[in-house]
């Protein structure tokens, strides 16, 4: 069998995710780092985000359809549950962090360091503050629901590897850093996750985030 081919930013978070799951897995792959608008990406991604996954004559793009696919094709350990109840709990978190939670944190918040718009160049203490209270209100929620050490019931799963690099680019920024500390379960959480092979084997270079999917 080919070896599955990532395309993307190694500093975008989900194609972290996707790197991820190939590390937790022990997927043999090739990783290909791109800038965004790469014709590679163009080629797959009808909009040019990232990643992309090539493997054989199988092309995808999305993250949690990658994630999916490799799940399914390459054999034990698996990110997804097996149990209905597990499987779709894991699909409600991803969902969830990826269509809410990603847009405060990493599309607002972050982007206002990384992206400000103003003249300076400055960071935009107006986003930012005017994003802080739903950004408490959802680091609240996830510090709740990973009061027992895992999104879902007792493993680490694809729920779990969605959130990890998001929580790695949370807490970079003084306020983000400060909402994460506060988070006694989250924080626990991360400290703990954070010292998995897949994650510290994934670690991303200096820089701002990539847009992904």
Not at 58 to 80: C, G, H, M, N, R
Not at 112 to 140: C, F, H, K, W
Not at 158 to 175: G, Q, S, T, V, Y
């Amino acid at each position: 069998m080919s070896k599955p081919e990532i395309i993307g930013s190694m500093r975008s978070t989900y194609t972290r995710v996707v790197r991820m799951v190939c590390e937790e897995k022990a997927i043999d792959h090739t990783m290909t780092d791109v800038l965004l608008g790469a014709p590679e990406l163009a080629a797959i991604h009808p909009f040019g985000k990232m990643p992309v996954l090539r493997h054989g004559d199988v092309e995808l793009f999305e993250s949690k359809a990658i994630a999916t696919y490799l799940d399914k094709v390459f054999p034990a350990p698996f990110v997804l549950p097996s149990d209905p109840k597990l499987l779709a709990l894991t699909e409600q978190w991803v969902s969830l962090v990826n269509t809410l939670i990603d847009r405060t944190i990493i599309r607002t918040y972050l982007f206002a360091y990384i992206a400000p718009g103003t003249p300076d160049g400055s960071p935009n203490r107006a986003t930012i503050e005017a994003v802080m209270p739903a950004l408490r209100e959802q680091v609240a929620v996830l510090d709740k629901a990973v009061a027992r050490g895992h999104l879902v019931g007792d493993s680490f799963t694809l729920a779990d590897i969605n959130l990890m690099p998001l929580l790695h680019r949370l807490k970079i920024p003084p306020e983000g850093a400060a909402a994460l500390a506060s988070a006694t379960h989250l924080s626990a959480y991360y400290d703990r996750h954070a010292h998995r092979p897949s994650f510290v084997r994934t670690e991303p270079p200096a820089g701002a985030p990539r847009r992904a999917a």
